[in-house]
């Protein structure tokens, strides 16, 4: 009774986990809690599977091992083939660009190996931008509880009987997770690949041993319902607030964002830590969280949280893949990606997951008997086995021919080529430019002076003619060879950045593949610091991710009220962030007098031929109109 009621209450916790994935849809500020989801799945799991293990020695010297095999498979292996060859059909009729490595991916995850495959096959930059982004990428955390499910009934017959007393197994499940946050902090700042920290069985067993360890001091089966004493009740429900608390900090906190060291060093194990706090108050059925955590909602969801968590990328990969605006009504297609990924869910367990968690060879040869029973009219059953033929076979065969499919290799790809280019020439460049301006001496110049030597230079010695039918003048392409500024952006500056470069040679341009917007502050920094940050300050960021207003205002703090900042918005139709990021650039407008909104989405929205397939980075083509708009902007407000 007392281990059902913490199984309806842990329902609730495990709604928290897919609260944090839907919440990373609805809205881009809070992706954090899209990963941190998983540490709670890898918590329960652990504390769960132990204390039913632990309780079985303890009520009976033994466990049945056999049966638990044979439960985990019946419970896990249905939906997962199910979502693995549901979307190999999907990619075989409708997505074939998908194909390549499909067979790889599929025995991957059925062999529970598919995070170490992921550590080797991590996808590039220029793939997930090339709407290539792989529909299976969160099966990983899958692999790692299959691992942990083979290998943990062994690891507890080993402690049960040679460690024997349950405080030293404590302190040992203890120190192991111990070592593997450790591990994965040391492989951080000695700049290991991030994918084998954040994919690996090692630095990841953390979450799993502290909710074993959990299970070993906190046994369900030992908890009382009555609380003697009601102080020891209310302090039970206040660990429980703080703790929550806590969590929901550490869902929004900057600090755990994936990309800052924090998380790594320290950060996802204190999380987990607290999911263990959390998760014990849950378990007592004397605290009110217990109470407060069964409710009907949090039942369903938590009861449905298997294929929500699996389903929900292919659902989002294959939607998203067939429309391109995106960024104009992200609430309404993330909307539609919700019902689509809670209707399948619903489906898919009341066919797949549920009827399946009890299946027998008996209740199997009965099945087939109907179906290929022709007097018989049970015409529902005979249509669900016909989908599921239509879908084994398409499945198969799209599994069959992906070994001869040759992937492409989107870092040989023009652009990426293009980059690549720029990058060396960037680099050179801006040594030499650096150099001269520690050297010069800052004069300021008459403004009326500079245009009238320009105009002067426009009609005489005409520069860069071959951009004026980009839209640009003459005298601005004069103008563009005196001004100075000082550049940082993303890929989309960077593939474009030639351009920039040619239109305005004393621009120090500083742009790279998969910026963030905090890469910039230290850039800033470092550059005011050398005494080579220009008047006019150019920002390219946003493209791979929304930020805040305090971001924003870092920047401006940074740059100082004296200098001037143009900031282009961003282009990408494909990502839910393109209105986030840009409505929170005129607001900067607004807040700064010295803050200039370079209008690249407006200008190119009705110019698909400028930009690549990814439908964000411009082309040859869109490079030069990319370019010569931003030059014309700058040189109209800008700081000579």
Same mark, same amino acid.
């Given at each position: 009774?007392?281990?059902?009621?913490?199984?309806?209450?842990?329902?609730?916790l495990? !709604?928290?986990?897919?609260?944090?994935? @839907?919440?990373?849809?609805?809205?881009?500020?809070?992706?954090?809690?899209g990963?941190?989801?998983?540490?709670?799945?890898?918590?329960?799991?652990?504390?769960?599977?132990?204390?039913?293990?632990?309780?079985?020695?303890?009520?009976?010297?033994?466990?049945?091992?056999?049966?638990?095999? *044979?439960?985990?498979?019946?419970?896990?292996?249905?939906?997962?083939?199910?979502?693995?060859?549901?979307?190999?059909?999907?990619?075989? %009729?409708?997505?074939?660009?998908? =194909?390549?490595?499909?067979?790889?991916?599929?025995?991957?995850?059925?062999?529970?190996?598919?995070?170490?495959?992921?550590?080797?096959?991590?996808?590039?930059?220029?793939?997930?931008?090339?709407?290539?982004?792989?529909?299976? !990428?969160?099966?990983?955390?899958?692999?790692?509880?299959?691992?942990?499910?083979?290998?943990w009934?062994?690891?507890?017959?080993?402690l049960?009987?040679?460690?024997?007393?349950?405080?030293?197994?404590?302190?040992?499940?203890i120190?192991?997770?111990? =070592?593997?946050?450790?591990e994965?902090?040391?492989?951080? %700042? !000695?700049?290991?690949?991030?994918?084998?920290?954040?994919?690996?069985?090692?630095?990841?067993?953390?979450?799993?041993?502290?909710?074993?360890?959990?299970?070993?001091?906190?046994?369900?089966?030992?908890?009382?319902?009555?609380?003697?004493? #009601?102080?020891?009740?209310?302090?039970?429900?206040?660990?429980?607030?703080?703790?929550?608390i806590?969590?929901?900090v550490?869902?929004?906190?900057?600090?755990?964002?994936p990309?800052?060291?924090?998380?790594?060093?320290?950060?996802? *194990? =204190?999380?987990?830590?607290?999911?263990? @706090?959390?998760?014990g108050?849950?378990?007592?059925?004397?605290?009110?969280?217990?109470?407060?955590?069964?409710?009907?909602? &949090?039942?369903?969801?938590?009861?449905?949280?298997?294929?929500?968590?699996l389903?929900?990328?292919?659902?989002?990969? &294959?939607?998203?893949?067939?429309?391109?605006?995106?960024?104009?009504?992200?609430? *309404?297609?993330?909307?539609?990606?919700?019902?689509?990924?809670?209707?399948?869910?619903?489906?898919?367990?009341?066919?797949?997951?549920?009827?399946?968690?009890?299946?027998?060879?008996?209740?199997?040869?009965?099945?087939?008997?109907?179906?290929?029973d022709?007097?018989?009219?049970?015409?529902?059953?005979?249509?669900?086995?016909?989908?599921?033929?239509f +879908?084994?076979?398409?499945?198969?065969?799209?599994?069959?021919?992906?070994?001869?499919?040759?992937?492409?290799?989107?870092?040989?790809?023009?652009?990426?080529?293009?980059?690549?280019?720029?990058?060396?020439?960037?680099?050179?460049?801006?040594?030499?430019?650096?150099?001269?301006?520690?050297k #010069?001496?800052?004069?300021?110049?008459?403004?009326?002076?500079?245009?009238?030597?320009?105009?002067?230079?426009?009609?005489?010695?005409? +520069?860069?003619?071959?951009?004026?039918?980009?839209?640009?003048?003459?005298?601005?392409?004069?103008?563009?060879?005196?001004?100075?500024?000082?550049?940082?952006?993303?890929?989309?500056m960077?593939?474009?950045?030639?351009?920039?470069?040619?239109?305005?040679?004393?621009?120090?341009?500083?742009?790279?593949?998969?910026?963030? =917007?905090?890469?910039?502050?230290?850039?800033?920094?470092?550059?005011?610091?050398?005494?080579?940050?220009a008047?006019n300050?150019?920002?390219g *960021?946003?493209?791979?991710?929304?930020?805040?207003?305090?971001?924003?205002?870092?920047?401006?703090?940074?740059?100082?009220?004296?200098?001037?900042?143009f900031?282009?918005?961003?282009?990408?139709?494909?990502?839910?962030w393109?209105?986030?990021?840009?409505?929170?650039?005129?607001?900067?407008?607004?807040?700064?007098?010295?803050?200039?909104?370079?209008?690249?989405?407006s200008?190119?929205?009705d110019?698909?031929?400028?930009?690549?397939d990814?439908?964000?980075?411009?082309?040859? !083509?869109?490079?030069?109109?990319?370019?010569?708009?931003?030059?014309k902007?700058?040189?109209?407000?800008?700081?000579f």
């Amino acid at each position: 009774m007392r281990r059902n009621r913490f199984i309806t209450g842990y329902s609730g916790l495990r !709604t928290l986990a897919v609260i944090g994935v @839907i919440l990373y849809h609805f809205d881009p500020n809070s992706f954090i809690g899209g990963y941190l989801g998983v540490p709670i799945f890898f918590v329960l799991s652990g504390y769960l599977v132990t204390d039913h293990m632990l309780n079985s020695y303890d009520q009976t010297g033994t466990y049945n091992n056999r049966r638990f095999y *044979l439960n985990r498979i019946k419970r896990l292996y249905p939906q997962l083939i199910a979502v693995l060859w549901i979307s190999a059909t999907y990619i075989f %009729l409708f997505q074939m660009n998908l =194909l390549a490595k499909l067979n790889q991916i599929v025995f991957a995850n059925l062999l529970n190996v598919f995070n170490f495959w992921q550590i080797n096959n991590g996808q590039s930059y220029f793939e997930r931008f090339a709407n290539n982004e792989s529909p299976f !990428t969160n099966l990983w955390t899958m692999s790692i509880e299959g691992q942990f499910y083979i290998v943990w009934p062994l690891v507890i017959f080993l402690l049960v009987k040679l460690v024997k007393k349950k405080k030293r197994i404590f302190y040992f499940l203890i120190a192991v997770s111990l =070592l593997s946050a450790i591990e994965m902090a040391i492989l951080y %700042l !000695t700049k290991a690949d991030i994918n084998r920290i954040y994919y690996g069985t090692d630095t990841r067993f953390f979450s799993l041993g502290l909710g074993a360890a959990l299970a070993v001091i906190w046994p369900v089966e030992e908890l009382n319902p009555e609380v003697p004493k #009601q102080q020891d009740r209310i302090l039970l429900d206040v660990i429980g607030l703080v703790s929550f608390i806590l969590l929901l900090v550490m869902y929004f906190a900057k600090a755990m964002n994936p990309q800052q060291a924090f998380a790594y060093c320290g950060g996802m *194990l =204190l999380f987990s830590l607290i999911v263990c @706090i959390f998760t014990g108050v849950i378990a007592h059925p004397g605290s009110h969280w217990n109470q407060i955590m069964t409710n009907k909602l &949090f039942d369903w969801i938590g009861s449905r949280s298997y294929g929500i968590y699996l389903y929900q990328f292919p659902i989002m990969i &294959f939607f998203e893949s067939k429309i391109n605006n995106l960024g104009d009504h992200p609430i *309404l297609y993330r909307v539609i990606e919700l019902v689509l990924i809670l209707v399948i869910s619903e489906v898919t367990y009341r066919l797949i997951e549920r009827p399946m968690s009890k299946i027998t060879w008996k209740k199997t040869k009965q099945y087939f008997g109907h179906v290929f029973d022709m007097q018989a009219k049970n015409y529902v059953k005979k249509i669900q086995a016909a989908l599921a033929a239509f +879908v084994l076979i398409f499945g198969s065969v799209a599994i069959a021919i992906s070994p001869h499919v040759k992937a492409e290799d989107f870092n040989k790809s023009q652009l990426a080529q293009r980059i690549k280019r720029n990058a060396k020439k960037q680099k050179l460049d801006n040594a030499k430019l650096i150099e001269k301006l520690k050297k #010069q001496k800052k004069q300021k110049e008459n403004d009326s002076k500079i245009i009238k030597e320009a105009a002067e230079k426009a009609k005489s010695n005409p +520069v860069n003619q071959s951009y004026v039918k980009y839209g640009i003048s003459q005298l601005d392409l004069e103008l563009a060879q005196k001004v100075q500024v000082t550049a940082i952006g993303d890929s989309v500056m960077a593939g474009s950045s030639n351009d920039l470069k040619q239109l305005m040679p004393k621009a120090l341009i500083d742009a790279a593949v998969s910026r963030q =917007l905090n890469v910039a502050f230290g850039l800033l920094d470092n550059y005011k610091r050398q005494g080579v940050l220009a008047d006019n300050v150019l920002i390219g *960021l946003g493209t791979n991710g929304p930020f805040s207003m305090d971001d924003l205002n870092r920047i401006m703090q940074e740059v100082g009220p004296k200098r001037k900042v143009f900031w282009i918005n961003v282009h990408v139709p494909t990502r839910d962030w393109q209105r986030p990021v840009n409505d929170l650039l005129k607001q900067g407008a607004k807040r700064y007098h010295n803050f200039i909104i370079i209008d690249w989405y407006s200008y190119s929205k009705d110019h698909p031929k400028w930009f690549y397939d990814d439908h964000t980075h411009p082309n040859i !083509t869109g490079s030069k109109y990319y370019s010569t708009f931003i030059t014309k902007t700058i040189i109209k407000h800008s700081k000579f």
